[in-house]
């Protein structure tokens, strides 16, 4: 069977062909599981991007937090945007992390609330969980999963035949926004990568072969476990300023995913799989 891969020009013609309107940008935040974006070697810098970014990310400001910012005041300097930036400025900034333990200045700052903004408890166990984590790597307890590894083996665990008795192309594909515009309107192709079209084959080979659009579906959580990437649908959703707003959690195309997972998961505890399907 050949796959077609997507060039821009071919992507651009079948925006013209189908109309795609609403002047959507790529601006998921490169260096997260949503951008398409996976750290090799490290699963503590995972959890970071994965769970706790978006919870730093609110500690922004010059004259507060931010990468960016002013020196001086003795504050640490982690928030940025980009998740590589401030994972790599946190783990340096020791009034934040101290010895990556309950007494790090970033749990005990925000146990009852710090500077208006107040943190939930699952946030909390959010930055406990890494804390934790990163203190295990360093000391050199476990060998760091690898989640490009991960992936690779869940390709193989998805099915063209789950795939289509879950109904993901054609749930996806029709799937409509507020303002009644389909996904696979503009995502037939792959644009901003993202798969969405009642293509099946089209759809299975994406997301099956090619990492960064499988992220933008399934990711790996803190224990090496493959998740559903809810952030990632939340982010288009919800986030993105200039995309069509939709119910990124509640809709026909996240029961189609929930389904597929399902039916994925089973394969891999039943030790059932295909060869690894991912090749980029």
């Known amino acids: 069977m050949v796959t077609m891969r997507f060039t821009p ?3 651009t013609a079948l925006l013209i062909a189908t109309g795609c309107v609403g002047g959507i940008e790529n601006t998921d935040p490169q260096g997260t599981p949503d951008a398409g974006v996976v750290v090799t070697g490290s699963m503590a810098r995972t959890m970071y991007k994965n769970n706790v970014h978006t919870i730093t990310n609110r500690c922004t400001g010059a004259a507060c937090h931010s990468v960016t910012g002013a020196t001086g005041g003795g504050q640490s300097r ?20 101290g010895s990556f333990n309950a007494q790090a200045g970033i749990l005990t700052k925000i146990a009852g609330g710090h500077n208006s903004i107040t943190y939930t408890s699952a946030e909390q166990s959010s930055i406990t969980a890494w804390l934790t984590q990163e203190a295990t790597e360093r000391a050199g307890g476990v060998t760091p999963i690898d989640p490009i590894e991960v992936l690779k083996k869940w390709s193989g665990c998805m ?12 749930k996806w594909g029709s799937l409509g926004t507020q303002t009644n515009q389909t ?14 079209t009642t293509n099946e084959t089209t759809f299975f080979d994406m997301i099956t072969k090619h990492k960064d659009y499988l992220l933008k579906y399934f990711t790996v959580d803190g224990t090496g476990k493959v998740i559903i990437n809810e952030s990632s649908m939340k982010n288009a959703g919800e986030t993105i300023p200039s995309h069509p707003r939709f119910n990124p959690l509640v809709n026909q195309g996240m029961t189609a995913l929930k389904t597929f997972y399902d039916s994925t998961m089973a394969r891999q505890t039943a030790n059932t799989c295909d060869p690894v399907r991912l090749v980029d």
């Open 9 to 11: 020009a071919i992507v």
């Open 183 to 196: 996904c696979q309107n503009c995502h037939q192709a792959g644009l901003y990568v993202f798969i969405a």
């Open 78 to 97: 982690f928030s940025d945007s980009n998740a590589d930036t401030s994972y790599d400025a946190i783990v340096r900034a020791p009034l934040t992390v």
């Open 159 to 170: 099915s063209i035949t789950n795939f289509q008795t879950a109904q993901m192309a054609a």
